[in-house]
């Protein structure tokens, strides 16, 4: 079985293998609000962008393993950068959030090809927990907890 991506129904409850976009939401003064967000991670990473009318957010929560328990590879890529490219994203506004050292460590190719075709987005490295990216008060997509 493949390594798929299919749309979330929430884009404020990404799960394990899926995306969402959504309109921008403005900052509450200097407090950054989620346009998306990604249910907890536990070994998984996000990667949020914004269009390339600036207009929304879309964010991919990616897990090491498939469904059936095949491990994310250098030929799934091409998997996310096509979810990428339908959705008409900015490559400039890209970002990486999450269990990156997870990553590194058990899958290093992997990622490494990953980082390559994201054009070496800025990376957020955090533990355990609920993250997801919106918009701060000058208008930079940014992670939110």
């Known amino acids: 079985m493949p390594y798929t991506l299919t749309p979330a129904g929430n884009a404020l409850a990404i ?8 309109a921008n939401v403005a900052s509450a003064g200097d407090d950054t609000q989620p346009t998306i967000q990604f249910t907890g991670f536990s070994s998984c990473i996000g990667i949020a962008a914004r269009n390339n009318d600036g207009t929304d ?54 990622f490494d090809q990953l980082i390559a075709a ?6 957020f490295a955090y533990g355990d927990g609920v ?14 907890f």
């Open 15 to 22: 799960a394990e293998r899926q995306w969402a976009a959504a």
């Open 57 to 110: 957010v879309i964010g991919i929560h990616l897990a090491i393993d498939a469904a059936d328990g095949t491990r994310f590879s250098g030929g799934d890529v091409a998997t996310v950068i096509n979810v990428l490219q339908a959705w008409d994203y900015d490559p400039l506004t890209t970002m990486v959030i999450g269990q990156i050292s997870t990553w590194q460590g058990t899958i290093p190719a992997a």
């Open 118 to 123: 994201l054009g070496n987005p800025r990376q």
């Open 131 to 144: 993250y997801g990216a919106g918009l701060n008060d000058a208008n930079v997509l940014m992670p939110t």
